[in-house]
């Protein structure tokens, strides 16, 4: 089998050029090769290859481009050409595991290399030419849209907890729900649940982002909920309105956060260690779900907000949302209060007095339906 002339194969041919010119092997590895086979969009662009690391830097330097040993210890060199970065890894197996990293030793087999990666459909290699290389024969899990560890699941597990994440978020993307989970890898899941307390705030959070970012990640969060990984990665989560919530959000910006507000817990933003942006983004939900008016929400805290409060709160009650309320919100989003505290400061001195007076009347406002004038409001004031 070939991949069908991908843009980003044709850009690495001088990349591959410059390993198999001096005779070794050079082959791209993961998730290109996977997304290409699905017709999914390739972000980045992985080399494996039985060149040592310091040949590789050797190479890249003479042929005149840019080298950076990003991760030398571990077989690792980035070759950038055009603008374009390729992580180049020479071949490994794992020596030593410990559930989070892993020591390794170099290796000249592709099969070594194969075997410490975690599932079958991201062991797949492909030459310059396309041709796809299957030393695991994980080609026909992929065309089936079917997730399996390599080998044992309970030892690739074992060799580094965050697969279990990995998995659900796998799942969402690449998977048919229909035909169900691999039973072995959800038993083996189940089984190792305790190691998830050993993974970082940012790994975990990394992963979690990313599936809530899937098209669907409904299934993938009810595989979560049953074998108690949702519970242990951020307890208090509930993910039964998250597919009533995929239901109804068509038409509106794909946001992680607002189904993250779904499972019903804030806990997210300590427990993952979110950004400020997006522990931000996450409160804003939340203030908007419990204000008098969506309305005023959108006023307040912005269109974003706001629809997504609606949206959250339609799918617990198991409504569809009302596209009036959605046009409403985006119009007071853009509403400005007509009046300023200069205004006021002829007849109410600055001061506390003046911040309370401004804001009786900018609730005035809001309940008009933003529909009071400066003129109006200034009659309306007491001194």
Request: glycine share 6%.
């Amino acid at each position: 089998m070939k991949l069908e002339n991908p843009p980003w194969l044709a850009k690495a041919q001088p990349v591959f050029a410059l390993l198999e010119g001096a005779g070794y092997q050079a082959l791209a590895v993961g998730g290109c090769v996977r997304n290409a086979l699905f017709g999914a969009e390739v972000a980045d662009v992985d080399i494996s290859t039985d060149a040592l690391p310091e040949t590789v830097l050797a190479l890249a330097q003479n042929a005149g481009f840019r080298a950076i040993p990003t991760g030398i210890d571990h077989g690792t060199i980035t070759v950038v050409h055009k603008g374009e970065p390729y992580e180049i890894t020479t071949f490994r197996k794992d020596v030593e595991t410990d559930g989070r990293r892993a020591v390794v030793e170099f290796s000249t087999d592709i099969k070594d290399d194969a075997l410490r990666r975690d599932f079958t459909m991201n062991a797949l290699y492909a030459r310059a030419d396309g041709e796809v290389v299957d030393v695991l024969n994980g080609l026909p899990d992929l065309l089936a849209r079917r997730l399996r560890f390599i080998e044992n699941a309970f030892e690739r597990i074992a060799e580094d907890h965050l697969r279990i994440l990995r998995y659900f978020r796998f799942y969402a993307y690449y998977c048919d729900p229909a035909e169900g989970p691999d039973m072995e890898a959800i038993a083996a899941i189940a089984a190792s649940i305790d190691g998830l307390e050993a993974l970082s705030a940012e790994r975990v959070g990394s992963e979690m982002r990313k599936l809530l970012a899937a098209p669907n990640p409904a299934p993938a969060l009810g595989l979560m909920a049953q074998t108690h990984a949702l519970s242990r990665v951020l307890p208090g989560a509930d993910a039964r309105f998250i597919a009533p919530l995929i239901e109804i959000e068509s038409g509106q910006p794909l946001r992680w956060q607002r189904r993250l507000a779904a499972l019903g817990t804030g806990e997210a933003a300590s427990l993952w260690r979110l950004s400020k942006a997006d522990r931000k983004s996450l409160e804003n939900i939340h203030s908007a779900m419990e204000m008098p008016s969506l309305i005023e929400a959108g006023y307040r805290l912005g269109e974003a907000a706001a629809i997504d409060a609606m949206l959250v709160q339609c799918a617990s009650l198991g409504l569809e949302p009302d596209p009036k309320v959605i046009r409403n919100i985006k119009a007071a989003a853009r509403e400005v209060f007509p009046l300023k505290a200069p205004y006021l400061m002829d007849r109410i001195p600055a001061g506390k007095a003046l911040g309370v007076e401004l804001k009786r009347l900018e609730k005035l406002w809001i309940e008009s339906g933003f529909t009071l004038s400066q003129a109006a409001l200034d009659k309306m004031v007491e001194p």
